[in-house]
T-cell receptor
């Protein structure tokens, strides 16, 4: 079974400050980990992924995420937040043991960046 | 367009009615997924197609839900005898099937059952 948890319903940060959106996961095999962003009335957009290799993954719009196997975490980060980053962020996982490409999503974290 | 297209964008129906939701994936994408997103929650997996066949339908909540993809491109999600609890945004995604997890999502079909 594969599952993912996003412990924060909402994260508030001031523009220009660093941001972190937390995600932890559970899989039986190796994890494939993803972050997606959802803007109002828009579809989910892929941000970045970890499959293998370097634990620090860089993605779109200046976002990055760090895979930590011992803590089973994949937190999303950005050094300097923009107001336009305000959106709903979803972490997702796929167990490498699953033959299909089905992702399990977390409940989402709303990021609010204030000017 | 080049993206995943879903129709209708909004559907309001009465309890007990039959509903069809359509998904037109990105051309050439062999894998197609249906997810359901209830208010304030993350997307929940329903069914996955590889080509014309349903490779995994373990997420369909009950036998009122059915999906087809007869020619390996467009897919239709069918809901019989709709219930108020079926109200949600139904998301479709497609992928090449070779790149883990990089799914391309449509904007969804919002279903409201009165």
């Amino acid at each position: 079974a594969q599952s993912v948890a996003q412990p924060e319903d909402q994260v508030n940060v001031a523009e220009g400050n660093p941001l972190t959106v937390k995600c932890t996961y559970s899989v039986s095999g190796n994890p494939y980990l993803f972050w997606y962003v959802q803007y109002p009335n828009r579809g989910l957009q892929f941000l970045l992924k970890y499959i293998t290799g370097d634990n620090l993954v860089k993605g779109s719009y200046g976002f990055e995420a760090e895979f930590n196997k011992s803590q089973t975490s994949f937190h999303l980060k950005k050094p300097s937040a923009l107001v336009s980053d305000s959106a709903l962020y979803f972490c997702a996982v796929r167990d490498s043991n699953n033959a299909g490409n089905m992702l399990t999503f977390g409940g989402g974290t709303r990021l609010m960046v204030k000017p | 367009g080049a993206g995943v297209s879903q129709t209708p964008s909004n559907k309001v129906t009465e309890k007990g009615k039959y509903v069809e939701l359509r998904c037109d994936p990105i051309s050439g994408h062999t894998a197609l997924y249906w997810y359901r997103q209830s208010l304030g929650q993350g997307p929940e997996f329903l069914i996955y197609f590889q080509g014309t066949g349903a490779a995994d339908d373990s997420g369909l909540p009950n036998d009122r839900f059915f999906a087809v993809r007869p020619e390996g491109s467009v897919s239709t999600l069918k809901i019989q005898r709709t219930e108020r609890g079926d109200s949600a945004v139904y998301l479709c995604a497609s992928s090449t099937g070779t790149t883990p997890g990089e799914l391309f999502f449509g904007e969804g079909s919002r279903l409201t059952v009165l």
